[in-house]
């Protein structure tokens, strides 16, 4: 086994001997993107980005922010590694290429130093904020798209607008800094599976702004532009292996790698209130309206993964690879594509979408790259919302296929009841609303609707006499056996 090197600033040069390293300087820089979120996936995305400009000469970086508790361990890293890492791409032929990626240059914490965050975002250097805080992380009602008061930081905030805890709070104290000394406001660009993210991060941003402070909510709505993006890199979640594959094939110590696989892409509006780096050079497409490139991706993309992770959970397959290594999965996985999701997109000027779906297909079937199940259905509570409940309604409405996606809402009431795959096997739930989801679903054997007539999550599905009666049979069918290819099959 080779001696692995601790990977920093002072051994970039050795590093470089075995893998790509940054060709740019990162000292004496101030970074022009302050990025709040810092997870895989701004890390295989943005980051990398960032880091494709700063090799081509271009001047941009990025400061992290960590507004959770739980950031503090990435920040501790950071700090050790001078907040470089490595990025493995995981390529379908076993190949893993390693490289160090530069351009996150600082990272700040604002659990412990409310006030440097705040700072960092009024300097005059920054020109873009940008967040990827998850579809949970936006803070509103899912059944009428209100911002939600009730949360009690929300609450706080408001009443201490110089102790901010959330995502809103800071981004109207650093505003209001900037308002003060006459600089211009920063673009704020939410980089999250949600359609129409920059309309929805304005919309969240003002509600808020509004009750807490109405002048600074006017100079926000005339000052600050929120580009709508669509956002797409699979990243799994980093495991020990992958920390071991490093060390062991390149030399390179590196405790927080991210991996991914090797398609990468990001469509984006070119509204941008204090300018921006030069993304094109780098492969961004920049767009008028994003809004059906974004429908598109996460109505076939992240609701396919999650019909595949739903199914494959309770059926037993780890991960996404072995969901389509199944044939009966990969089948479905098309049928559900094409008869449901596809119908409701119309045509997408210079996409032609059986090519789009025919690569989703080879992504999901990368063997290498072993996303967990657990991760796609982790959050399914904010994730299915946005991805599959609307095309169900849309589908309803028009009198279309509804059949492949119920199925998927039937076995996510039997996953959060049982909390076990159907062999009896525990599963791993990460969910915000893990308690409420078990408690609705272990009230399916008295009512067969329990699960859907919350409402939240939803809205009217349960009132509809077609849904009903198609989500009735399934629950009814996958109580009794089980046996959830049994009833897959069934509906091809
Ligand atoms: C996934 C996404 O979390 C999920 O459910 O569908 O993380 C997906 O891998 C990315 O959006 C790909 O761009």
Known sequence: MKKSIQLNQDNLEQIGNHIPVPNYNRTSETADIVHIGVGGFHRSHLAYYVHLLKNSGEASSLCGIGLREGDQNLHDIFKKQDHLYTLMVKHPDGKIEPEIIGSIIDFKMGTTDPEAVISQMAHKNTRIVSLTITEGGYNFNPTTGEFNFDNPDIQHELRHPNDPKTVYGFLTAALKRRRDAGLPAFTIMSCDNIEHNGDMARKMLLAFAETQNPDLAKWIAKEVTFPNSMVDRITPVTTPADIDILAQNSGVQDAWPVTCEPFIQWVVEDKFSNGRPAFEKVGVQFVPDVGPYEKMKLRLLNAGHSVMGILGAIH????????????????YLGAFLDEEATPILGPIIGIDLEDYKDSLLERFANPNIKDSVSRICSESSAKLPKF?????????ATGGCIK?????LAAWCYYSDKQADQNGEPLEIIDAMQDELHKAATATSSDPL?????ESLFGELAENERFATTYTDMI???YKTSE????MRSLL
Do not use: M, S, W, Y
């Open 316 to 331: 037993g397959h780890p991960t996404i690879n072995a969901c389509v290594e199944d044939e009966l999965f990969a089948k």
């Open 388 to 396: 599959l409940i609307p095309t169900i309604q849309e589908n309803l």
């Open 404 to 408: 492949f996606a119920t199925l998927v």
């Open 450 to 454: 329990a699960f859907i007539r919350q």
């Open 476 to 478: 009814q069918e996958l």
């Open 484 to 487: 959830v290819k049994k009833l």
